[in-house]
């Protein structure tokens, strides 16, 4: 099992940047690849960003390219998702999932989600 814990949303004024963390323990000595969703009201989850187990590989929902950049630390068994450039329609609850392998579905573990407003 790995558990997983979000941190770093808010409130931010469209064009701000945030940065989200998560955290990861339990089995966290395999690598895992990671990834970052978000679900605005009244709307599915929807796929923001991926990273592969070791980080050399990264992918970005069309909306967000150029603006988000996903990362992840080993040691720290740490994911980030820097979001730069914020609009009001990245407004979410933002999740954080992991999985063997890397893609951008068939997710094992999910994080609780942390709230991101952005305001216009």
């Known amino acids: 099992q790995v558990q997983l814990v979000e941190s770093g949303g808010g409130l931010v004024q469209a064009g701000g940047s945030l940065r989200l963390s998560c955290a990861a323990s339990?089995?966290?000595?395999?690598?895992?690849?990671m990834g970052w969703f978000r679900q605005a009201p009244g709307k599915e989850r929807e796929f923001v960003a991926a990273?592969?187990?070791?980080?050399?590989?990264?992918d970005y929902a069309d909306s967000v390219k150029g603006r988000f950049t996903i990362s992840k630390d080993n040691v720290k068994n740490t994911v980030y998702l820097q979001m730069n450039s914020l609009k009001p329609e990245d407004t979410a609850v933002y999740y954080c999932?992991?999985?063997?392998?890397?893609?951008?579905?068939?997710?094992?573990?999910w994080g609780q989600g942390t709230q991101v407003t952005v305001s216009s």
């Open positions: 999932a992991a999985r063997s392998g890397y893609g951008r579905g068939a997710y094992d573990y």
């Open positions: 339990g089995r966290t000595g395999r690598r895992y690849g």
């Open positions: 990273i592969s187990r070791t980080g050399g590989i990264t």
